[in-house]
T-cell receptor, first 115, second 119 residues
Framework: AQTVTQSQPEMSVQEAETVTLSCTYDTSESDYYLFWYKQPPSRQMILVIRQEAYKQQNATENRFSVNFQKAAKSFSLKISDSQLGDAAMYFCAYTRDGATNKLIFGTGTLLAVQP | GAVVSQHPSRVICKSGTSVKIECRSLDFQATTMFWYRQFPKQSLMLMATSNEGSKATYEQGVEKDKFLINHASLTLSTLTVTSAHPEDSSFYIC???????????????FGPGTRLTVL
């Protein structure tokens, strides 16, 4: 069975600094997708970034980038120039390629941004 | 694009009554929608997968007669909590997956959630 592990329950970063959130996963599939979702205090789940497993190039979205290491089954999220609005719970998630596949979530990392 | 709405955002009901929560994909068609439950400070727990025009698939341990799901169109799925009890109080979130053939398939977009309180 596929699993997603986030080993950092809480993280803190100073405003304007860089922080990296860790995520590892376990799967026997070769084709899959990985995601980072952000859940701020409003509790709206927001897609931050998406990575296709077949792509070697790491995905980037403005200040957010990932370090995808397929062999190591690692998928970390780097937030550059952290802003107060980045404070949220971050969930790493996995889904298998194909039709109607479930998202498997990690337990989340609560990120605090210090002014 | 890829906006999902959920209504109501909050609902308070008496024990024994039924509550319906709507999930709509506003700017895309979703053949598949998902319903989650989230307890405080925890991750999302998948309750069921809702497919347009067919019966929902429930996760193990989720009572299908208690949590009725209907996916009557490509943009609307509903979750009805029947005979609600205080232990059903929770945050319910839906998501919709872009139909195959469109950009960013295999990606779920989430509604803003519904806070249910059963007195």
């Amino acid at each position: 069975a596929q699993t997603v592990t986030q080993s950092q329950p809480e993280m803190s970063v100073q405003e304007a600094e860089t922080v990296t959130l860790s995520c590892t996963y376990d799967t026997s599939e070769s084709d899959y997708y990985l995601f980072w979702y952000k859940q701020p205090p409003s509790r709206q789940m927001i897609l931050v970034i998406r990575q296709e497993a077949y792509k070697q190039q790491n995905a980037t979205e403005n200040r957010f980038s990932v370090n995808f290491q397929k062999a190591a089954k690692s998928f970390s999220l780097k937030i550059s120039d952290s802003q107060l609005g980045d404070a949220a719970m971050y969930f790493c998630a996995y889904t298998r390629d194909g039709a109607t596949n479930k998202l498997i979530f990690g337990t989340g990392t609560l990120l605090a941004v210090q002014p | 694009g890829a906006v999902v709405s959920q209504h109501p955002s909050r609902v308070i009901c008496k024990s024994g009554t039924s509550v319906k929560i709507e999930c709509r994909s506003l700017d895309f068609q979703a053949t598949t929608m998902f319903w989650y439950r989230q307890f405080p400070k925890q991750s999302l727990m998948l309750m069921a997968t809702s497919n347009e025009g067919s019966k929902a698939t429930y996760e193990q341990g989720v009572e299908k007669d208690k949590f009725l799901i209907n996916h009557a169109s490509l943009t609307l799925s509903t979750l009805t909590v029947t005979s609600a009890h205080p232990e059903d109080s929770s945050f319910y979130i839906c998501s919709a997956e872009l139909a195959s053939g469109e950009i960013l398939t295999d990606t779920q977009y989430f509604g803003p959630g519904t806070r249910l309180t059963v007195l």
